[in-house]
């Protein structure tokens, strides 16, 4: 299957010819996928080295100067490091972008801690006004980012190594309900979701599936958990477990709730093995998440 990655490529070089508008800014990081676009676009495919704070800071004037900046590296790489310029350069002085970032929460395993960014959303969180696309496969990257670049506001997209196996119809709003049981609630974001129909196979929850975590649609969540019979919501998360907990908990403000958050744990696993690995380490595999979901919800299956 095409990568993720990939797939930002080929998009936004077609979105390049489509929008004079747009400006694609890089930090070496995929600057391969881009060799086309910037021969016809010289002026706005602009790589500027190893120089992430910059990259930030570019599209930001960039933005001030009436463009659309796609701004693209590695997660901690694009959030982390540069976090400073991109809460001044882009919310302090109030205009759009957007951020697509590849390697996730661990895609890079084998390069380490400084390749891995587990807190990217937990870190956006800190500020006002961004939206967050986490799509589950390259068709739904596809769409999100053609999503993203059409309007004027902060948007992060976050790309990863890992994918479903099917694509959904996302749109960049609600949640889709892809099952419906008594026993409680399951959220499912990107590209876990192939791992939450497993473990929940035969277990009477209502399963939700979000590429799209802000803003959280809590109209949607309310609605599914009003449908059940117990107000318990499980968050099953590809990165910082517990990041989108205080999210369900203003949703659901008015209800008397439970929810448990599942996602990357905070302890640095030092023996960094591969990808595969960590999702098993976390227990973010299906079997993991069967033990800890079917536990909390108090739930039996086959």
Do not use: C
């Not at 602009?46 to 693209?72: F, K, N, T, W, Y």
């Not at 959303?121 to 006002?128: E, Q, Y």
């Not at 209502?206 to 949607?220: F, I, K, N, Q, S």
């Not at 030092?270 to 909390?296: C, M």
């Amino acid at each position: 299957m095409e990568s993720m990655r990939d797939r930002f490529g080929s998009t936004m070089t077609a979105l390049l010819d489509e929008d004079e508008r747009l400006a694609v800014v890089l930090a070496v990081i995929s600057r391969d996928r881009f060799t086309e676009a910037a021969e016809r676009h010289p002026d706005r495919v602009i790589d500027l080295g190893i120089r992430e704070q910059l990259l930030v800071s570019a599209g930001g004037g960039l933005a001030l100067a009436g463009m659309r900046p796609v701004l693209h590296t590695f997660a901690s790489f694009l959030v982390e490091r540069p976090f400073e310029q991109v809460k001044l350069d882009f919310g302090h002085q109030g205009v759009g972008g957007v951020l697509v970032s590849s390697g996730a929460s661990y895609d890079i395993a084998s390069g380490g801690f400084t390749h891995m960014s587990p807190g990217d959303v937990a870190l956006l969180d800190t500020l006002d006004g961004w939206t967050v696309h986490v799509p589950g496969h390259p068709d739904e990257a596809e769409a999100l980012l053609r999503h993203a670049v059409r309007g004027e506001d902060r948007v992060y997209v976050r790309l990863s190594e890992q994918t479903n196996a099917k694509a959904r119809a996302v749109d960049g709003s609600s949640p889709l309900v892809l099952r419906e049981g008594r026993a409680g609630v399951v959220l499912a974001v990107g590209p876990l979701l192939d791992e939450v129909l497993a473990a929940t196979e035969g277990l009477d929850v209502t399963v939700l599936y979000a590429t799209t975590v802000r803003p959280l649609d809590g109209a949607a969540l309310r609605a599914a958990v009003d449908a059940a019979d117990a107000a318990d919501v499980v968050l099953v998360e590809p990165y910082l477990a517990g990041t989108s907990t205080a999210a369900v908990a203003e949703a659901l403000l008015d209800r008397p709730h439970r929810v448990l958050g599942l996602g990357v744990g905070r302890a640095e696993l030092r023996r960094y093995g591969s990808p595969a690995e960590h999702v098993a380490a976390h227990g973010l595999d299906a079997a993991g998440l069967r033990e800890r979901i079917g536990g909390f919800l108090r739930t039996n299956g086959r």
